[in-house]
């Protein structure tokens, strides 16, 4: 199945790109797709657990599974003051 995935901020940097398709196997989760991503991108596998995510413009736990056509956004963490 086809997702949509959405880099911001940080993430982007890493990454190269500000959003991409991506092929994942049916029943994926939020978390399994973290992990993926981790082994890729050396940045993502400084985290001990996925940041916030939000599927469809909703924030949503780690142990949701994914749809085809899901748009999946991870929040990098920010810093402000």
Request: proline share 10%.
């Amino acid at each position: 199945m086809r997702i949509e995935l959405l880099h911001f901020a940080s993430f982007r940097d890493a990454i190269g790109r500000d959003r991409e398709t991506r092929e994942i196997a049916d029943g994926t989760r939020v978390r399994e797709l973290w992990a993926s991503l981790s082994r890729e991108v050396p940045l993502f596998g400084r985290f001990p657990s996925p940041p916030p995510a939000a599927v469809n413009r909703e924030y949503v736990p780690s142990e949701t599974v994914l749809r085809d056509g899901d748009e999946v956004a991870f929040l990098p963490p920010v810093a402000g003051g």
